[in-house]
């Protein structure tokens, strides 16, 4: 039997497995009910007494080390199976792919962030409003073709609710509810009753800006409008205020900036005037201020307004309003920023 025990030692130092099954297979050949090892315990019970002490240690000990062996062959697969041999832990991470925000998102904050830094806080109305607000406090006749469902979307008639068709009409929600220093930003989309094509869309963004207290005059609107056209255009932008009319503001006026395209010399993106529009503005007509309960002969005030898609066309040369509400990937992608 001492002669067994040492054979089966020496066999079982030198034990190799090429994977779990085999070394399992080896469990099974020595350690199992009819392993080779559980037979020698067997064969122990009929041991002379007088050897039970020096055999019972050396069967002990064999049956210790192979099951260690053997064990430590299963681990060695083990492990292996969780850590696949072919994984590269150091490559490089792939990319996690990060959304963007939309132009007009962006355009919209940095006019926000624009005006903040000259005392402008952000106020917003709603995008369904009825008559009065969106025309007549602020100074439309009742026969204004705006009024017309060619222009407007109506939601009802009698009394009058539709679709804002600017975001003027927080103006006068603005000055009915609040009191002078006024001095608002009021961004948000407007609708208008148009076939949809690359150059007009039913509905768009606008941002409104007014400003009403004591003593608010022309100049004041020139240099904040100026202000805004350098920070937005950049340091060399110029502008230019056209007459023109709105039945809210008296006097009115449209704003150009010098094309930043051609520096403005003339090319075919401001139709060879080397000048591009961006908004309308002017003073708050006295009529608007009264009729939002604004004393007239004591507070005056500019307004403004401006497309958000006219000015993101103008800093991303965007040639199809359309792109701006397909949300198109391809076309968002390309709008990655910190703003
Ligand atoms: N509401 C005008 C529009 O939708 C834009 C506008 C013009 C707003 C002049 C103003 C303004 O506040 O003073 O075309």
């Given at each position: 039997?001492?002669?067994?025990?040492?054979?089966?030692?020496?066999?079982?130092?030198?034990?190799?497995?090429?994977?779990?099954?085999?070394?399992?297979?080896?469990?099974?050949?020595?350690?199992?009910?009819?392993?080779?090892?559980?037979?020698?315990?067997?064969?122990?019970?009929?041991?002379?007494?007088?050897?039970?002490?020096?055999?019972?240690l050396?069967?002990?000990?064999?049956?210790?080390?192979?099951?260690?062996?053997?064990?430590?062959?299963?681990e060695?697969?083990?492990?292996?199976?969780?850590?696949?041999?072919?994984?590269?832990?150091?490559?490089?991470?792939?990319?996690?792919?990060?959304?963007?925000?939309?132009?007009?998102?962006?355009?919209?904050?940095?006019?926000?962030?624009?005006?903040?830094?000259?005392?402008?806080?952000?106020?917003?109305?709603?995008?369904?409003?009825?008559?009065?607000?969106?025309?007549?406090?602020?100074?439309?006749?009742?026969?204004?073709?705006?009024?017309?469902?060619?222009?407007?979307?109506?939601?009802?008639?009698?009394?009058?609710?539709?679709?804002?068709?600017?975001t003027?009409?927080?103006?006068?929600?603005?000055?009915?509810?609040?009191?002078?220093?006024?001095?608002?930003?009021?961004?948000?989309?407007?609708?208008?009753?148009?076939?949809?094509?690359?150059?007009?869309?039913?509905?768009?963004?606008?941002?409104?800006?007014?400003?009403?207290?004591?003593?608010?005059?022309?100049?004041?609107?020139?240099?904040?409008?100026l202000?805004?056209?350098?920070?937005?255009?950049?340091?060399?932008?110029?502008?230019?205020?056209?007459?023109?009319?709105f039945?809210?503001?008296?006097?009115?006026?449209?704003?150009?900036?010098?094309?930043?395209?051609?520096?403005?010399?003339?090319?075919?993106?401001?139709?060879?005037?080397?000048?591009?529009e961006?908004?309308?503005?002017?003073?708050?007509?006295?009529?608007?201020?009264?009729?939002?309960?604004?004393?007239?002969?004591?507070?005056?005030?500019?307004?403004?307004?401006?497309?958000?898609?006219?000015?993101?066309?103008?800093?991303?040369?965007?040639?199809?309003?359309?792109?701006?509400?397909?949300?198109?990937?391809?076309?968002?992608?390309?709008?990655?920023?910190?703003?």
């Amino acid at each position: 039997m001492k002669e067994k025990i040492a054979q089966i030692a020496q066999e079982v130092s030198a034990l190799v497995a090429a994977n779990k099954e085999e070394a399992e297979a080896l469990r099974v050949k020595y350690l199992s009910k009819k392993g080779e090892i559980t037979a020698l315990f067997n064969e122990f019970r009929n041991v002379p007494a007088e050897q039970k002490k020096e055999l019972g240690l050396l069967l002990n000990d064999l049956r210790n080390k192979a099951q260690d062996k053997i064990n430590s062959l299963k681990e060695s697969f083990a492990s292996s199976d969780a850590t696949n041999a072919n994984e590269d832990y150091t490559r490089t991470a792939d990319p996690v792919l990060l959304g963007s925000r939309h132009p007009l998102s962006l355009v919209k904050s940095e006019i926000i962030d624009i005006f903040s830094r000259i005392g402008f806080s952000v106020a917003e109305g709603p995008e369904v409003e009825d008559d009065w607000h969106v025309f007549g406090a602020l100074n439309f006749s009742p026969e204004h073709p705006a009024r017309d469902m060619q222009d407007t979307f109506f939601v009802e008639k009698n009394p009058d609710i539709l679709l804002r068709t600017h975001t003027s009409s927080v103006q006068s929600r603005i000055m009915t509810s609040q009191k002078p220093p006024i001095r608002v930003l009021c961004p948000g989309r407007v609708y208008r009753n148009e076939a949809i094509s690359a150059r007009a869309h039913c509905f768009f963004h606008q941002v409104e800006g007014l400003y009403v207290d004591k003593n608010v005059s022309f100049a004041d609107l020139k240099q904040a409008l100026l202000y805004f056209a350098k920070e937005m255009f950049g340091e060399n932008t110029k502008i230019r205020l056209r007459p023109s009319y709105f039945p809210f503001t008296e006097p009115s006026a449209e704003m150009d900036i010098s094309c930043d395209i051609c520096g403005g010399t003339g090319c075919a993106f401001c139709k060879h005037t080397g000048w591009v529009e961006i908004l309308g503005c002017g003073m708050v007509d006295p009529n608007v201020l009264e009729a939002c309960g604004i004393d007239s002969k004591e507070y005056t005030g500019f307004a403004f307004g401006m497309g958000v898609e006219r000015i993101a066309n103008l800093k991303y040369k965007v040639k199809d309003l359309r792109l701006f509400s397909e949300n198109d990937i391809r076309f968002l992608d390309e709008f990655q920023s910190a703003y």
